[in-house]
């Protein structure tokens, strides 16, 4: 019988000497003592190792792998059982990711293409948005239902977005916003209170915006309203914004805002 000693083993297969004290614990192996008492491995449980190893890169969770290798484990039967519902549970992950790839992009991009228009106003296409706003200023409420309601939101970040609405000039209020698709891919397009804002024309700019909108989020359209009744045109439906990120240089923190008027 080939033995191997304790670091040897946890070296070579990148486990620590607590891990190995674990399984040893658990059942999964069984070192034997030698001569001089020092606890080794034989290659049986080298391999069981590398085995847990394989599975554990299925990210199948630690105590179900002890399981599946003590005396009370798994069949064959249940194994292909097992491997079957974490096959389903990896594809779902996959799918999680692709999705915050895709949101990732958009913020990557929005915020790019937000710096190198920073104050410049014009016609552009509002997206369609569904938007959420609970209690008095949009984001919290002291009642529990919208609590919970806000958190279902923010369960799918980063697709939710922090975002401001202006239902006419001079008023406005924080929210939380989704895409308009995705809303109703997860449903939330359903949620009460909340509001679909369609696709439509209107004035459009990125500015960066200091501490005082905060307490007065209306400054994220003010341009736009200025420029709204400077050029004749009327508000055709809610204002929408989106709060891209926060900026700190030079000790001071700015928000990142893109910001678009319906207008007819």
């Not at 296409?125 to 200023?137: E, S």
């Not at 409420?141 to 922090?162: E, M």
């Amino acid at each position: 019988m080939k033995k191997y000693i304790i670091g040897d083993v946890a070296r070579t297969l990148g486990l620590t000497t607590a891990g190995l004290h674990f399984f040893e614990r658990e059942g999964v192996i069984e070192p034997r003592k030698g001569d001089e008492t020092r606890r080794f491995y034989a290659m049986e449980d080298v391999i069981r190792l590398i085995s847990y190893k394989k599975y554990r890169s299925m990210q199948l969770p630690l105590k179900e792998i002890a399981h599946q290798f003590s005396p009370e484990g798994e069949s064959c039967g249940g194994i292909v059982e097992k491997l079957g519902t974490q096959r389903e549970r990896l594809m779902e992950l996959a799918r999680q990711y692709e999705q915050m790839a895709q949101d990732v992009a958009w913020y990557e991009e929005s915020i790019a293409r937000a710096e190198a228009s920073l104050d410049v106003i014009d016609l552009a296409i509002m997206p369609q948005t569904c938007v959420l706003t609970i209690g008095a200023d949009g984001i919290i409420s002291p009642d529990k239902h919208q609590q919970k309601l806000a958190a279902q939101w923010l369960d799918h970040l980063p697709s939710t977005r922090l975002g401001v609405c202006g239902p006419g000039p001079g008023e406005a209020v924080f929210c939380y916003a989704l895409p308009g698709e995705r809303a109703v891919q997860l449903g939330l397009d359903q949620s009460p209170g909340a509001q679909m804002l369609p696709q439509s024309v209107a004035l459009h700019t990125c500015l960066k915006l200091h501490r005082p909108y905060f307490d007065n989020p209306a400054l994220a359209f003010e341009t736009l309203w200025q420029q709204m009744e400077a050029r004749g045109f009327r508000q055709n439906g809610t204002a929408m914004g989106y709060n891209l990120c926060v900026e700190c240089t030079q000790g001071r923190r700015d928000i990142l805002c893109e910001g678009w008027l319906p207008i007819a």
